[in-house]
Nanobody, 117 residues
């Protein structure tokens, strides 16, 4: 059974930092591109960042230079370090795993990130 379990969300003040994690089980983690997506109330889910199985990264323009995605294949975990957070970063953040050749996709249940004073 495949599971993606996000953790680390919470409430942070504007300008603050937060790191969210996603622990994967039931998959061969190194064969998957991993991504973070987010969905704010009333908006569509959008891509935040992706890290490939080979550790190449891609970021949405809105988070470049503020967010960093990384992965630890030994721990089957992907991270999203978020710095200089803004109120518009408030959303539910979802972890995504996509197989590098079959493109099979799995989603986590999401973790809430709220940026507010």
């Amino acid at each position: 059974q495949v599971q993606l379990v996000e953790s680390g969300g919470g409430l942070v003040q504007p300008g603050g930092s937060l790191r969210v994690s996603c622990a994967a089980s039931g998959i061969i983690f190194s064969n998957y591109d991993m991504g973070w997506y987010r969905q704010a109330p009333g908006k569509q889910r959008e891509l935040v960042a992706i890290i490939s199985s080979g550790s190449s990264t891609h970021y949405a323009d809105s988070v470049k230079a503020r967010f960093t995605i990384s992965r630890d294949n030994a721990k089957n975990t992907v991270y999203l370090q978020m710095n200089s957070l803004k109120p518009e970063d408030t959303a539910v953040y979802y972890c995504n795993a996509r197989h590098q050749t079959t493109f099979r996709v799995y989603w986590g249940q999401g973790t809430q990130v709220t940026v507010s004073s």
